[in-house]
């Protein structure tokens, strides 16, 4: 994919992780930090990673909601690699379809109950 895209050297001057974006979004590519590594998906696209199906049976606490912005909201118990860029397959809500999460905010303390991932995702 972008290996092609960049044929000279250059020197990039100015935050990494903003340098890293330009170029990036150049060759048609996101860059993102997900778990300590960086993360490459095509503009608009989801990683290649099998989607999650996310249904009242695997641990969705409140149920999708599409918001007048087109965004799907939803709220799951913890579920590791559940990361933004991520496909999720909604099943058995009034919401249903393929995803891509845009964000997830994770909840929780351990001297505490509340332990649930917040997701914002967009339909592919």
């Known amino acids: 994919g972008g290996a092609s895209a960049v044929r000279t050297s250059s020197v990039l001057s100015g935050n990494a992780m903003s340098e890293l974006t330009r170029v990036s ?13 960086l993360q ?12 999650f199906r996310l249904a009242p049976d695997s641990g969705v606490v409140k149920a ?7 965004i799907v909201e939803a709220r799951t118990l913890l579920i590791p690699d559940l990361l933004p860029g991520r496909r999720v397959q ?13 964000s997830a905010k994770y909840t929780g303390q351990t001297a ?10 967009k339909e592919l």
């Open 25 to 37: 979004r150049s060759a048609g590519y996101e860059v993102s930090i997900q778990d300590g590594n």
């Open 40 to 51: 490459f998906v095509r503009i608009g696209e989801a990683t290649t990673d099998v989607a």
């Open 64 to 70: 999708p909601i599409r918001k007048t912005n087109g």
């Open 90 to 102: 909604f099943d058995g809500y009034e919401v249903q379809g393929t995803f891509r999460v845009e």
């Open 112 to 121: 505490g109950s509340d332990w649930f991932i917040d997701l914002e995702c």
